[in-house]
Every structure is written in structure tokens, then in C-alpha cells.
Nanobody, 115 residues
Framework: QLQLVELGGGLVQPGGSLRLSCAASARTGRLYAMGWYRQAPGKQRELVATFISALSTNYADSVKGRFTIYRDNAKRTVYLQMNSLRPEDTAVYYC?????????WGQGTQVTVSS
């Protein structure tokens, strides 16, 4: 059972930046992938970004070129750098950790992009 703690959400103006972090507190268990989903009211949950390795990352088309996901292996932490934020990026962002046999979820953090 992984415990995931998300940080970094908040209110930002359009064009601004935020960095989300997701820290896995468990000392055991191999991680296959970590990343973020997001969900806005009335919309389908969307896979935003996934980190498998430094050479294998995936992004939703809607965030390509604006978001970057990377990992600090020593800290078992992944980061989502979000630049050029748009109002349509407003959502609750949920970190996940995929261990193949199970998926763990963070508590969610609100990102609001508004003037």
C-alpha cells in the first residue's frame, strides 16, 4: 500500500505556472509508472501525464509542449511542471502510482486557472 502525498495546487493566472509534486512514502515496492489524472466538473477524467522512465513519458495532446513530468528516484517523487496554464486546465489533479498489481492514488489537489 503506497501513500501518496500531493502538493503544489493553487490559483494561478492564465499564462502562469505551477509545479505539482507527488511523493510516495512507502519504502518497498517497485514502481512501474507514476503520473496524474485530472477531472473537472462535468467532464470525463483525463490522463494528463505518465512517467515510466526518462525515455518514456506520455502526455495528453491538450498539454503537450506545456507540461513536463519528471521523477526524483531517490525521493520516490514525481513532479509535474505546468507552464502556460489555461482556464481549461482547471481541475482536481490526482496523482497515481502504478505497481502493475495495484494502483495507488493521491488525495487530489485543486488547480484553478483564472484572472
Amino acid at each position: 500500500q503506497l501513500q501518496l502525498v500531493e502538493l503544489g495546487g493553487g490559483l494561478v493566472q492564465p499564462g502562469g505556472s505551477l509545479r505539482l509534486s507527488c511523493a510516495a512514502s512507502a519504502r518497498t515496492g517497485r514502481l512501474y509508472a507514476m503520473g496524474w489524472y485530472r477531472q473537472a466538473p462535468g467532464k470525463q477524467r483525463e490522463l494528463v501525464a505518465t512517467f515510466i522512465s526518462a525515455l518514456s513519458t506520455n502526455y495528453a495532446d491538450s498539454v503537450k509542449g506545456r507540461f513536463t513530468i519528471y521523477r526524483d528516484n531517490a525521493k520516490r517523487t514525481v513532479y509535474l511542471q505546468m507552464n502556460s496554464l489555461r482556464p481549461e486546465d482547471t481541475a482536481v489533479y490526482y496523482c497515481y502510482a502504478d505497481q502493475m498489481t495495484r494502483v495507488s492514488w493521491g488525495q487530489g489537489t485543486q488547480v484553478t486557472v483564472s484572472s
